[in-house]
């Protein structure tokens, strides 16, 4: 079954007998914890970023790209930096990878329930 593997560099992934490394380009997600919180006063935390990716991901332009990263990352473990145990746009990701239906409500509110 692919995972979340924690890594910091796309150096990392390849000593991660393939592993993907999603912390920033192509796969990254563009809201990160710490920056300004564009839905309520102070900064974003884990949580709210994978809120706002999954929401993204849910629009009519992020829905192609969730079925494109959903065909690149299938069956794969996906590397990112952020640590073990909170939430991640990863957990997202091999869950659009790895199921039928991706990016439903409840799973982003499952995602950012962790």
Same mark, same amino acid.
């Given at each position: 079954?692919? !995972? ?5 560099? /796309?150096?990392? &992934?390849? @000593?991660?007998?393939?592993?993907? +490394?999603?912390?920033r380009g192509l +796969?990254? $997600?563009?809201?990160?914890? @710490? ?18 990716? &999954?929401?993204?991901?849910? @629009? /009519?332009? %992020? !829905?192609?790209?969730?079925?494109? +990263? &959903?065909?690149?990352? !299938?069956?794969?473990?996906?590397l990112c930096?952020?640590?073990? %145990?909170?939430?991640?746009? %990863? ?5 659009? &990878? $790895? ?14 329930? !962790?």
């Amino acid at each position: 079954m692919p !995972r979340r593997l924690q890594g910091l560099s /796309p150096s990392h &992934a390849s @000593g991660s007998h393939g592993a993907v +490394f999603i912390g920033r380009g192509l +796969f990254g $997600n563009p809201f990160r914890p @710490g920056d300004p919180s564009p839905t309520a006063p102070g900064p974003m935390s884990p949580g709210e970023a994978v809120d706002l990716y &999954a929401a993204t991901l849910r @629009g /009519p332009v %992020g !829905r192609r790209y969730a079925e494109t +990263f &959903a065909r690149l990352l !299938r069956g794969k473990d996906l590397l990112c930096p952020c640590p073990l %145990g909170t939430p991640c746009h %990863g957990d997202l990701l091999l869950q659009l &990878a $790895n199921r039928s239906h991706p990016c439903s409500r409840s799973h982003a509110q499952k995602v950012s329930a !962790r």
